[in-house]
């Protein structure tokens, strides 16, 4: 019974450990090995032990080609993995527009967020995917969607790295150029190494103070055009945007 027990222990392990073909081809970049493995009718979704599918590995590794060539075989666009980590999540954190598109059109949800409330969208407007930011909205992606961990939209991630191309399409479908990040309700300081104290910010944060904040001079203008409150201010010491710019030393 004991060595019956110990095959059967060793057999699962190796059926656990056992590499999936299509996987480790897409994961080395191996096209050949791809279009071969599909030819043999090979498991287009099936995934790995973190959830991984062929398609979230070629998105992953930036691979358009591939990605179109799983989606023309039937992958699963809206397939997540354990950490619900999409092909779509990681296509818009590549900032590859042409994958966000071909996903989008394969019927992936431009609203499938992770970890604490990233959509897709943020992820475009983080990475200044303006094609990304097109299709994603055209697709239905909602865009003044907050985050859980500070309350903040696609268009506050868009300016806070000054992609103005991006902004301007956020703005042009809807984006609130006047909301507020979340405002916490505590007051204190921590101690940093040598006795230095650092502030936690409360947030509260519009998109204007986040680009002033930045020094992302071509993202205030779009925001100031598209009538962004140049005086509202901050609330933890009534900053106005001007007052951000100039304590970060933002002088243009």
Known sequence: MRTLCATFAVLAVSAFAAPNGLIEAVKNHDGAAVRSLLKQKADVNAA???GM?????????????????????????????RYDITALSEAANAGDGAMIEALVKAGADSNAAFGEGETPLMTASRTGSAAGVK????A???????????????????VSENHADVAKLLIAAGA?????????DF????????????VYSRGGLTA??????????????????AGADINLAEQDYNFTPLLEAIY????D
């Open 48 to 50: 790995d032990v973190d």
């Open 176 to 184: 609130d150029v006047n909301v507020r990040s979340t405002l916490y």
């Open 187 to 198: 007051s204190f300081r921590k101690v940093a190494a040598g006795g230095t104290q650092a």
């Open 208 to 225: 204007l103070l986040l680009a002033a904040r930045q020094g992302a001079t071509e993202s205030a203008k779009v925001l100031l055009d």
């Open 53 to 81: 599918t062929p398609l979230i590995w070629a998105a992953h590794n930036d691979d358009v080609e591939t990605v179109k060539l799983l989606l023309a075989d039937g992958a699963n666009a809206k397939a997540a993995n």
């Open 135 to 138: 299709a994603l909205l055209a």
């Open 140 to 158: 239905g992606a909602k865009v003044n969607a907050t985050d859980r961990f500070r309350g903040q939209t696609a268009l506050m991630w868009a």
């Open 248 to 251: 970060n030393d933002h002088y």
